[in-house]
């Protein structure tokens, strides 16, 4: 079985973003970036199929960035992943949400697989949309928000979270499955793996590799254009009040919510 | 574009009060557009829902009472949509930021070779076309966009337009079932929380963290949740504890909410946190720690014993509303 994550790398949520006022990219040259927090549980499940499912499965990490993508992907790698493909060309920047599942979709079938595992979403776009978009541009089902998974042979369940609780749904493979947290708990690379990461095999795949039409991305592929980025100025501190008593604190609370007409 | 659609969710035929929120949203960028607005339901219920929006200011509801939500997961409601759209269109619709309102963006995004963009909590018509707001990177940057092409699918937050009644003048039109065969089937669907509000859907969000030490203290929590007409929410650190599903998580690895009201009890209010609800309309902190990092953005910062000050404030609220 042939299994592939599909992973980003985001800005550290700690890190302050600056934008391009003439490209309105965000600069992310300048800020420190890290394997998108819900890629790690992705990575996690794979590796755990392939411990369960045993025999030739192998687990690649595919990825679009620049060429320092490569630091986000040792990181999978030393977690245990068998070898990774990084789409990466100067054409790149600019594309979209929908332009990013088609390259990551056209990368997909360059590499071949039987299972795609994606996290949810980004921590720095949230859409939440590509999991599904990728699934459509392949043409195979979209099991997303799964917080179980398992492989009955030609065939993939998973329990998909829900508002109320969660179904269980199941479709033959090959699939695309997005993974909640709370599905596993990652393991982190260990020295041992580090090490060996650095011997495993990253392929770079431009644009010409996987047959994309350049119409299709950057700015002239998208969508949508952004008007403008505005910084959203932190919240004022409100007023902080010490309750010695804690009928005087509850007290407090009501009239507050009284006077903001919140109840 | 020749309209403005929203899909509107319902449970079993009552309308969720986000999609009374995005009818009316659509019906309104109709207007202003000087275009049609429609809302669409599908699945079991739908001639119930498609009744209930009536009471809305939306010109036509079209209602797919057999398009098989129900036993197959997104591919029928995709491909019922794309009929709709195909035909109508070209249009925008608006979808709910749920699980499933993003994976039909996806989707139909693909299929009609949209443009979308998704988390917003804003739309406007301007020079005739849509201009819409979203919040990105944790709320930190508001980002304003347009379409280029002529179809668009918006996903929107919930809690971001008003609902608004009006005398029902729109007309039902029924849509035809697919006949594709589908195989990603519902094997079953497992409620373990019947009645209660989705943390993301609620307008006021009472949250617990570490401060409340073990599972066994959440009933405060919603006992307060319940007395406001809110739901429950947590932090990282009570949802990694195992105290309470992943589900309630707000913030990074959970859900963005933007609440009316959002009171967090026993949570420090690490960026992690912040990121998942700083959109609240107002936001009261009770944590017996004067130096959490909470207290730097919330509107009311309570210090004290969250154990006897948050059941004083359940009572109180009863009282009053019993009273009201």
Known sequence: ?263 | MKAVVALVEHDAGTVRRSGLELATKAADLGRDLGVASGAVVLGPGADAAAQALKETPIDTIYAGAAVPVDRFLIDPAVDALEALLKERGPLTMLVPATNAGKDIAGRIGVRLGAGVITEANDIAAQDGALVVRSPKFGGSIISTLRFKNTYGIVVCRANSFTARAEAGKGEVVALAAPTAQYNTRIEETVVQEAGKLSVDEAGIVVSGGRGLGGPEHFDIIEALADALGGAVGASRAAVDAGWIPHAHQVGQTGKTVTPQLYIACGISGAIQHKVGMRSAGIIVAINKDSNAPIYEFCDLGVVGDLFQIVPELTRLVKERKGAA
Do not use: W
Request: aromatic content about 4%; glycine content about 8%.
């Open chain 1, 1 to 263: 079985m042939k299994i592939v994550v599909a992973v980003k790398q985001v800005p550290d949520t700690n890190a302050e973003k600056t934008f391009d006022p003439q490209t309105k990219r965000l600069n992310r040259s300048s800020i420190e970036n890290v394997l998108n927090p819900f890629d790690e549980y992705a990575i996690e499940e794979a590796l755990r199929c392939k411990e369960s499912l045993g025999g030739d499965t192998t687990v690649t990490i595919l990825t679009m960035a620049p060429q320092r993508g490569v630091d986000v992907v040792r990181k999978a790698l030393g977690m245990g992943a068998d070898n990774a493909a990084l789409i990466s060309d100067d054409a790149i920047g600019g594309s979209d949400t929908m332009s990013t599942a088609y390259l990551l979709a056209l990368g997909l079938k360059h590499i071949g697989f039987d299972l795609v595992l994606c996290g949810t979403q980004s921590t720095d776009a949230t859409n939440g949309i590509v999991p599904a978009a990728i699934a459509e541009h392949l043409r195979v089902p979209a099991l997303t928000y799964a917080k179980k998974l398992q492989i009955n042979g030609t065939a993939v369940e998973i329990q998909r979270e829900i508002e109320t609780g969660y179904a269980r749904v199941v479709a033959q493979l090959p699939a695309v499955v997005s993974v909640t947290k709370g599905i596993n708990e990652p393991r982190y690379p260990t020295l041992k793996g580090i090490m060996g990461a650095k011997k495993k095999e990253i392929t770079m795949l431009t644009l010409a590799d996987i047959g994309a039409d350049v119409a299709r991305i950057g700015d002239a592929g998208a969508k949508t254009q952004v008007e403008s980025f505005t910084p959203v100025g932190a919240r004022a501190r409100g007023e902080v009040f010490v309750a010695s008593d804690p009928k005087e604190g509850a007290r407090k609370i009501l009239e507050f919510l009284i006077a903001k007409k919140a109840i």
